[in-house]
């Protein structure tokens, strides 16, 4: 069975440092992954996602993430916080045809310093 | 962008209840979804639905869970009676295709058994 791992409940980061965002998973294949996000008082919103090809990926808002097979990691990271990139950040998984079937981490909640 | 809209927000119901929580999802949308999560814990996958008909399912939908989708209404997940393992949150979701992951989340319905 395929698993999510968020190693991080918390993390606080000063506005203006970089963020990085760590996601191991459990799979026997490649699988599709993501990072949803959810700011307060919001719904998940789709961050970014990875299907095939270039391990980098860009999202919005100036997030990317690097998928790496030999490691089992798609790490999300942004150069520069800004405050309102506090909220809660999902790493999540689906086979390729497992009809949005997702499997989520546990979440890791940022907090942004002023 | 596109909102899925839940009511209610936060329900409190006695064991044995009956209680139906409500979903509105982006208008142009065909597959939608019900996820669980318990507190402290991810958030997991209960049912999708298509074409009047639930897709897949996965254990933790028991046989007192149903949804449907009348005439194009709400999408409602329906627990009858419920026991106290039903608290959590459930979050309702929508997407236009299948097999993407892009789904669009809800901000979540949170139901106390008590």
């Known amino acids: 069975a395929q698993s999510v791992t968020q190693p991080d409940a918390r993390v606080t980061v000063s506005e203006g440092a970089s963020l990085q965002l760590r996601c191991k998973y459990s799979?026997?294949?490649?699988?599709?992954l993501f990072w949803y996000v959810q700011y307060p008082r919001q719904g998940l919103q789709l961050l970014l996602k990875?299907?095939?090809?270039?391990?980098v990926v860009q999202g919005v808002n100036s997030f990317e993430a690097e998928f790496s097979k030999s490691n089992s990691s798609f790490h999300l990271q942004k150069a520069s916080v800004h405050w309102s990139d506090s909220a809660v950040y999902f790493c999540a998984l689906s086979m390729s045809s497992a009809g949005n079937k997702l499997t989520f981490g546990i979440g890791t909640r940022v907090l942004v310093r002023p | 962008g596109p909102k899925v809209l839940q009511i209610p927000s936060h329900q409190i119901i006695d064991m044995g209840q009956m209680v139906t929580l409500n979903c509105d999802p982006v208008s142009n949308h065909l597959y939608f979804y019900w996820y669980k999560q318990i507190l402290g814990q991810q958030m997991e996958f209960l049912v999708n639905f298509y074409n009047g008909k639930v897709m897949e399912k996965s254990k933790l939908f028991k046989d007192q869970f149903s949804v449907e989708r009348p005439d194009g209404s709400y999408f409602t997940l329906k627990i009858q009676p419920t026991a106290l393992e039903d608290s959590a949150v459930y979050f309702c979701?929508?997407?236009?295709?299948?097999?993407?992951?892009?789904?669009?989340f809800g901000e979540g319905s949170k139901l106390t058994v008590l």
């Open positions: 990875y299907y095939s090809g270039d391990p």
């Open positions: 799979y026997s294949a490649t699988p599709y």
């Open positions: 979701a929508s997407s236009l295709t299948v097999n993407t992951g892009q789904l669009y």
